[in-house]
């Protein structure tokens, strides 16, 4: 991919559409991947990644070799990311105190280990590990993505994040202290002999609160099979982060830049912040 990636980049900067367009397809995935994980919130990452998208396409001549070209997509992302207005879960101002008070809020006394409960135990672990990631500041909450997530080195967080290396590594190392003590003493998949939550105990409140839909998850045995061995695995702090599905783009936002791109406005391109 780097190669064809190299050469897309070179056409796209020279007037072709069609290269633009396939840059797009090929940044857009990691663009959602890296927004979801900010937001915590699937409506809010894919307004975020669309704004991304299009800050990428109408920056793309800046761009000068003076990183891999994914590292300067990271870092478009990352300074629009920190930027932009606090998302729908960044507004309840979650901290890890009340987050576990939160956890520990309507529990059922014993797991259900039905299929179907599995399977929305999956998605409550989902839910809560994108909140967990939260409840960090932002500039602690990138360099943990960045670093423990999508284990971009220390040389290039720095450069997307603009700042030096000490100071990068110092903000992953109080973010990775927080995660690791915070689901240590609270998360049941990495200590079920000591932590009282786990995912299952959490289905029949988290479906009394909205957060997750019973309707929405299929029961193929394929899946059931998948939930199961997950659930059951033993989850450090950081392969718990890991463990987030990585969804892929929504068709509207690519749709929405390829109209952009097939108008041929480039005015329009021009006048994107």
């Keep these: ?21 396939d840059v797009l ?10 927004a979801l994980r900010m937001t915590g ?24 070799r003076q ?19 606090r998302s729908a879960v960044e507004r309840y101002e979650m901290t890890f105190g009340a987050f576990a008070d939160d956890l520990l809020d309507g529990l ?10 599995d399977l929305l135990a999956r998605e409550v672990k989902h839910g809560c590990t994108l909140a967990m990631l939260v409840c960090l500041h932002r500039d602690e909450r990138v360099a943990y993505v960045l670093g423990e997530v999508f284990g971009i080195s220390s040389r290039d967080g720095a450069w997307i994040c603009e700042t030096t290396e000490a100071a990068y590594r110092q903000r992953l190392s109080r973010a990775r202290t927080a995660v690791r003590a915070f689901v240590s003493a609270h998360c049941g998949l990495v200590s079920p ?24 998850v299929r029961t193929t045995s394929a899946d059931i099979d998948a939930a199961v061995a997950e659930m059951e695995r033993l989850y450090d702090s950081a392969a718990l982060m890991r463990s ?8 509207e936002i690519t749709a929405h830049i390829r109209t952009i791109l097939a108008s041929g406005n480039d005015q329009l391109l021009a006048d994107q912040p």
């Design 108 to 117: 059922t006394a014993a797991p259900n280990s039905s299929p179907e409960n």
């Design 193 to 216: 002999a000591t932590a009282r939550c786990h995912c299952r105990r959490r289905v029949p409140i988290a479906v009394q609160l909205g957060r997750v839909d019973p309707t929405t």
């Design 67 to 85: 990183a891999a070209f994914t590292t300067w997509v990271h870092r478009v992302a990352v300074n629009h990311l920190v930027d932009r207005k």
């Design 25 to 34: 397809r090929l940044i857009s995935d990691d663009v959602h991947r890296l």
């Design 244 to 251: 987030i599905p990585d969804v892929a783009t929504p068709d």
């Design 41 to 64: 919130c699937p409506d809010d990452a894919a307004d975020a990644t669309q704004e991304i998208l299009v800050k990428v396409l109408t920056r793309l001549s800046t761009f000068r």
């Design 1 to 21: 991919m780097p190669d064809e990636l190299t050469e897309l980049v070179e056409r796209a900067q020279g007037g072709d559409r069609q290269a633009l367009e």
